[in-house]
């Protein structure tokens, strides 16, 4: 049950000096910051800003070096970090390999009964899950495992509010991988919460949403809090400006493709059909940006999948390929291994000589990527200490540093901060320029404008193609829900 009144004075948290180093990391380096009963909070800031290491210290999960935290008028944190406090972590704190429900009963059985727990946490997954995503098809036994990313975040969410008593709530990047619609549900949810009176800290780089659903913006900077503002007075550029860095202009022109360019050898085929049922193919040509656009879950990541399993039944493709999944826990990094190692393994072949490794060409690549993206901890850190939009960028890196002619994107900037996502729509360019294929799925359909072509999915087929200054938004939404003929007319 939610707090229905205002029963405290002044804030609910007021973090003070906080400060927090992991080796010889400083994560967080001395922050001032208080949270209000009924608000919602945004945070902004770079990778690596330190975002999700304070997130940590208000949940009460890990203990800083010094300063303090002070949440209800308690500064220490029980066993299991302050109560009331819950949080939806960045990276999903959901174990694959169980059902929905065991993972809900896992994180909340201190409010379960004893008695037909199975039966109750089924129940109170549904229900909330229900109540906060309407008509989002997941059932209470469905492993998560067997969920597609999107779902996977939904249940996060659900399961972070499921509590007896939820006084802060705190959601880290909650809509990198949610459908357009997913998000709205969450943010009309976020507001009912916030008039019943429960605090909410939003995390994200999606500074449109961030304006839209919160009451005062916190900007963080190396490990502080650099300004505060109220929502109302400030403008995205303003917010853009605040975190640092300057604004990069990037060409959103995109193809302007001329017959001749249309006539290049094609890099990538797959067999379709249209919406109507005509055969139809998806084509790719060299130095070509293709988008694969449309709403999540039509069709995208199974176009970039059997491009990626290679030449067989009708696909073409070319063995030098590299691709870049969104989902990093689960196909993108190699948890094991450093960053030096992550993202060199795929360049390793070509930066031989006869066989024999360069590791001076090796370090020269490294130091190069983690220059130009700003993947904030070096070479020789584990890629598991690395912020997630900074692990993200690792993968990127990986695919552009190989020497692949075609590059899949399957939703490849989750978790990348403007200011890095601006100059990696640069890179994309750049290295279409120079004869690269680049075939791009994303959620956030304004990043196709970026594209030379796009073409908009439905269902697993193809509704319609857009090229150059045509893809909009509003064009891949009104194409994404055409009755079928007038789509593909
Ligand atoms: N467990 C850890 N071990 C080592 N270093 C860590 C650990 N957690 C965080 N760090 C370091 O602390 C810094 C802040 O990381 P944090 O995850 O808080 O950033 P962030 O602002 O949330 O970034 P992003 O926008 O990419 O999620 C980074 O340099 C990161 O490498």
């Not at 029980?78 to 939806?88: E, K, T, Y």
């Not at 975190?243 to 001329?258: F, I, K, L, P, W």
């Not at 291994?337 to 490794?357: H, K, P, Q, Y």
Request: net charge neutral.
């Amino acid at each position: 049950m939610m707090n229905k009144k205002v029963t405290d004075r002044g804030p609910l948290v007021r973090v003070s000096h906080a400060v927090k180093t992991y080796g010889p990391t400083t994560a967080l380096s001395g922050v001032n910051l208080h949270v209000n009963s009924g608000e919602v909070l945004g945070i902004v800031g770079h990778n690596g800003a330190g975002k999700s290491t304070l997130m940590r210290m208000l949940c009460g999960i890990e203990s800083l070096d010094s300063g303090s935290i002070d949440f209800a008028g308690m500064s220490t944190r029980g066993r299991n970090g302050f109560p009331d406090v819950r949080m939806a972590y960045q990276e999903g704190s959901l174990a694959l390999e169980l059902s929905v429900k065991d993972n809900i009963f896992m994180s909340s059985s201190r409010w379960m009964p004893r008695l037909h727990w199975h039966r109750f946490a089924a129940d109170r997954a549904s229900a909330r899950l229900n109540e906060i995503f309407p008509e989002n098809g997941i059932k209470p036994a469905d492993f998560v495992d067997d969920l597609p990313i999107s779902d996977r975040q939904m249940v996060e969410i659900a399961r972070a509010t499921i509590t007896d008593k939820l006084r802060l709530l705190i959601l880290d990047e909650p809509t990198e991988s949610l459908g357009r619609e997913a998000v709205e549900q969450l943010y009309t949810y976020v507001r009912k919460l916030r008039d019943q009176n429960v605090a909410i800290v939003l995390v994200s780089h999606r500074l449109r949403e961030i304006l839209s659903v919160c009451t005062r913006i916190a900007v963080m900077k190396d490990g502080a809090v650099s300004s505060i503002c109220n929502a109302e007075d400030v403008t995205e550029r303003d917010l853009f400006l605040a975190m640092g860095g300057e604004v990069v202009a990037v060409d959103a022109s995109g193809g302007h493709q001329s017959a001749n360019e249309a006539n290049r050898p094609v890099a990538a085929r797959v067999p379709m059909e249209t919406v109507d049922g005509e055969p139809a193919e998806f084509i790719a040509r060299e130095g070509e940006v293709v988008g694969l656009a449309g709403i999540a879950g039509q069709g995208q990541e199974r176009v970039l999948e059997r491009l990626w399993r290679g030449a067989r039944n009708d696909v073409e493709i070319g063995l030098k390929r590299a691709y870049v999944p969104g989902d990093r826990q689960r196909s993108g990094i190699l948890p094991l291994w450093n960053v030096a190692s992550n993202l060199t393994i795929s360049a390793l072949a070509g930066l031989s000589r006869r066989g024999i490794r360069q590791t001076d060409r090796e370090g020269e690549l490294v130091a190069n990527w983690i220059d130009r993206l700003k993947i904030r901890g070096g070479a020789a850190a584990a890629i598991t200490g690395l912020s997630g939009g900074n692990q993200q960028k690792v993968i990127v890196a990986r695919a552009f540093a190989s020497d692949a002619k075609t590059i899949l994107l399957d939703d490849p900037f989750r978790g990348v901060d403007i200011h890095t996502k601006a100059e990696l729509y640069q890179l994309i360019r750049t290295e279409a320029e120079k004869g690269r294929t680049i075939i791009w799925y994303s959620s956030e359909n304004s990043e196709m404008q970026h594209c030379d072509r796009a073409y908009v999915l439905r269902a697993n087929k193809i509704a319609g193609q857009l090229q150059g200054a045509q893809i909009t938004d509003e064009r891949i939404i009104a194409m994404s829900f055409a009755e079928a003929k007038d789509a593909a007319a």
